[in-house]
């Protein structure tokens, strides 16, 4: 183990390092369009995932005991968070080739999917106010989605 005398010591040595006449420069890679094309479908596919995802957690918590073994053997609950675990992946993936700006807003569209399901699935009442956010929603994925000149 080094004293704190050693440690300033070695922290006083300058090292020679020698200067390059020409400064380094790095090519940034941009992905093609192939890339940025299956990171949207990754994407939107996690709002699917996403929307399945928490309807199981739904259908899960229906049965919801506070026991661990209760817990492990609700197979719609371990399955809802075993997808959220898949889609994290899928996200982490569609992130690496595309811009961040552009592909979050289509994760909105997982507040759609989830209200759809939940209509149709879940059998809950749709209003005015649910369909026109939907809409709403929809409609500004659409515009943030639009690459303005580019």
Do not use: D
Not at 70 to 88: E, F, R, W
Not at 111 to 139: A, D, M, Q, R
């Amino acid at each position: 183990m080094l004293s704190c005398f050693e440690i300033r010591r070695l922290a006083s040595l300058s090292l020679k390092v020698p200067q390059l006449s020409t400064p380094v420069t790095t090519a940034i890679s941009h992905p093609g369009k192939n890339a940025r094309r299956t990171s949207f479908l990754l994407v939107f596919a996690c709002t699917i995932l996403g929307a399945a995802a928490q309807l199981l957690i739904k259908t899960g918590m229906n049965h919801f005991s506070p026991h661990w073994m209760a817990l492990v053997t609700n197979l719609p609950l371990v399955a809802g968070y075993t997808i959220y675990g898949i889609n994290t992946l899928m996200m982490v993936l569609a992130l690496k080739n595309a811009e961040m700006s552009m592909l979050y807003p289509i994760i909105a569209l997982t507040y759609v999917w989830t209200t759809l399901l939940s209509y149709t699935v879940l059998g809950e009442p749709s209003n005015l106010y649910k369909n026109i956010g939907i809409v709403t929603i929809v409609l500004g994925v659409a515009v943030m989605g639009r690459r303005g000149g580019k």
